[in-house]
Nanobody
Framework: QVQLVESGGGLVQPGRSLRLSCAAS????????ITWFRQAPGKEREGVSC????????FYADSVKGRFIISRDNAKNTVFLQMNSLKPDDTAVYYC???????????????????????WGQGTQVTVSS
């Protein structure tokens, strides 16, 4: 089956770092862009970062720019999100997602929109608290 699995979340203190992983199975990520989304309690799901396939381009929400780095390792069929200088406002469930049409190759203009994406991971909890 086609699936994405997130891992790497946990409880960390403000200012610390976490590295999230998004591993694909049942298909290869080589040809697809991937977006990390997050959803905090009581808030809407929002786009965090997107990475294209070839050529590789990256995009970030203003709230995480300069702190988070998205990357991919096609040999491992995995996309990563390195999260540095974490803040309490970063607390959320983090999801990775893609779509065979909307995300074929590059990050679309609406990469931050979670609507109508076909493939989602189960999410991994990130809690930033002192």
């Amino acid at each position: 089956q086609v699936q994405l699995v997130e891992s790497g979340g946990g409880l960390v203190q403000p200012g610390r770092s976490l590295r999230l992983s998004c591993a694909a199975s049942g298909f290869t990520l080589d040809y697809f862009a991937i977006t990390w989304f997050r959803q905090a309690p009581g808030k809407e799901r929002e786009g965090v970062s997107c990475i294209s396939s070839t050529p590789t381009k990256t995009f970030y929400a203003d709230s995480v720019k300069g702190r988070f780095i998205i990357s991919r390792d096609n040999a491992k069929n995995t996309v990563f999100l390195q999260m540095n200088s974490l803040k309490p406002d970063d607390t959320a469930v983090y999801y990775c997602a893609t779509d065979p049409i909307l995300y074929s190759g590059g990050c679309p203009d609406r990469w931050g929109d979670p609507a109508d994406l076909a493939v989602w991971g189960q999410g991994t909890q990130v809690t930033v608290s002192s």
